[in-house]
């Protein structure tokens, strides 16, 4: 900040940029600790008081009524376009994983549970970094997480291009989706950038970069397997982190954050910036923080208080039916296209017979069909924009869990048409992908500031357990029983309906503390 835009702001506070950090419950060094609202002047009470309550004096405004204020512009164009490579850059290691399988079968003759349990990892070391990374960004920052997670997962992408063994494939890729657990913090930063009204419609574009990752994934594959094997598709698939790793530095980093971290110069510095890129006028008067009576910031725990239990759970459960369900479909659809005949007809099959050594490498038409089945998410994504608004958050995930079990009931019929198959199968996959896309907007918008990253990282975590528990349905039950692992996926739809309308919290329209 200039020594001008220092000046216009020395009334912060009231007694120069220490009381404001005291004011702010910060520290001159920044360290967060709980203000002792007795000890302040009569005056800094009343404005804390105020704060708080959300009443704020016409000479203040906080960092929700600046975000408000400035609106969506340039800023938060080049900040999609940023943070929306590290969901590229997800995307693109989640589809590996439909690539990779089959390959390493035909290369080192691995059975089928190999495979799986290298998929299983993946989603191991997601879920147990997920938690890790939100904590470590609600305490140091949204930006140093995502950068170290950007670097990380990157290097160890690289290495597992060049694993010797299972063994080291398996660790390796263990350890990339340790570093993928930090990519939600993406949507964390993002959702603190935009203004209440456009938040909803935003994040859920950005998924839009999910899709389009996944399809270059296949893309590349596509170009790249049949003369690099899937060694050269590892290491090229590191490019969009790469490419993050270098436009990070014009990453900001949260205001809020740094306003609830007693880093008020800061938060005014970005707020400013804002506002010049946006060509708004920037607020006038003192900042002040609604949240300010904070000293733990990013404890796991403090989900579970009692004004944030019930939604914490309720939540917990949706993202675990969420990735349950998604990911279920989509291990479902390569089981059902490969039935003889009617559907019924993978009943009581057993694939513990399935040669190891009989592989069969993908064909163009195979990529072919994983990149309809990855373009099938569009169609919720654009559901979703079109009713999150309209419904809100809570009603519209009940509302395309609804669909979903409508979609998935429907394989109850034993049919032999392939069309028909293929249909239901895109409907199930692109109505539980826009569910997905409702969680991400609702949960940045339901916790406060210094819960906000934690909060998505322990639903990201559930998410990937989710994750795990599934293939036992879509891979294993399937094959035992179509009709039992079809009505195991309508239960947990159901159960997760009601667990969305009974969420205490409409976050429609409401402003971020």
Request: aromatic fraction near 10%; hydrophobic fraction near 50%; charged fraction near 15%.
């Amino acid at each position: 900040m200039s020594r001008e835009d220092k000046g216009s702001y020395q009334g912060f506070g009231g007694a120069g940029s220490g009381e404001a950090r005291d004011f702010l419950g910060g520290s001159s060094s920044g360290t967060p600790y709980r203000s002792d609202l007795s000890s302040l002047d009569p005056g800094a009470q009343i404005e804390m008081s105020a704060a708080v309550s959300g009443v704020v004096p016409d000479d203040t405004f906080t960092v929700d009524q600046a975000v408000n204020a400035l609106g969506f512009g340039k800023f938060q164009v080049k900040l999609s376009l940023i943070t929306g490579l590290c969901w590229m850059a997800d995307s693109m290691e989640m589809m590996i994983l439909a690539i990779l399988g089959p390959a390493l079968h035909c290369d080192w003759h691995l059975s089928e549970w190999k495979q799986a349990f290298l998929t299983t990892a993946v989603f191991i070391g997601m879920m147990l970094s997920s938690a890790f990374w939100g904590n470590l960004s609600d305490k140091y920052g949204r930006k140093k997480s995502l950068r170290l997670a950007a670097v990380m997962l990157a290097y160890w992408g690289l290495l597992s291009a060049f694993a010797p063994t299972y063994n080291w494939i398996v660790l390796l890729r263990g350890l990339v989706g340790f570093a993928i657990g930090c990519v939600p913090q993406s949507v964390t930063l993002y959702a603190e950038f935009l203004p209440a009204h456009q938040r909803g419609k935003c994040v859920v574009l950005l998924d839009c970069f999910w899709a389009v990752g996944a399809c270059a994934e296949v893309i590349l594959a596509l170009w790249v397997m049949p003369t690099m094997g899937w060694t050269g598709l590892l290491a090229l698939s590191i490019i969009p982190l790469v490419l993050f790793v270098i436009v990070c530095q014009w990453l900001p980093e949260s205001a809020r954050f740094d306003a609830a971290s007693g880093e008020s110069e800061k938060a005014l510095a970005t707020l400013q910036k804002i506002a010049d890129e946006n060509g708004k006028p920037m607020l006038l008067g003192r900042l002040i923080v609604d949240d300010v009576a904070q000293m733990n910031r990013g404890r796991i725990k403090d989900l579970l208080v009692p004004d944030l239990k019930w939604t914490t759970l309720l939540l917990w459960f949706i993202w675990i039916s969420c990735a349950f369900c998604y990911y279920g479909v989509v291990l479902m659809t390569t089981e059902l296209f490969e039935a003889k005949g009617n559907l019924c007809a993978l009943s009581g099959m057993n694939s513990a017979f399935t040669c190891t050594a009989d592989c069969r490498p993908l064909s163009s038409d195979d990529y072919l069909d994983l990149l309809w089945t990855t373009l099938a998410e569009f169609p919720g994504i654009f559901f979703t924009i079109l009713v999150i608004e309209r419904l809100g958050r809570k009603t519209t995930m009940a509302l395309e869990f609804i669909i979903f079990v409508i979609a998935i009931v429907m394989l109850f019929i034993c049919t032999s048409n392939r069309t028909w198959l293929t249909f239901i199968l895109f409907m199930a996959r692109g109505i539980i992908s826009g569910v997905f896309q409702a969680a991400y907007v609702y949960t940045p918008e339901v916790y406060p500031t210094s819960l906000r990253a934690v909060g998505v990282g322990t639903c990201s975590g559930m998410a990937r357990f989710g994750a795990m528990l599934t293939p036992v349905v879509a891979q294993v039950l399937t094959r035992t029983s179509i009709h039992l692992a079809t009505a195991t996926y309508g239960i947990v739809a159901i159960l997760a309906i009601v667990a969305a309308l009974m969420l205490p919290i409409e976050t429609r329209g409401r402003a971020m503390t």
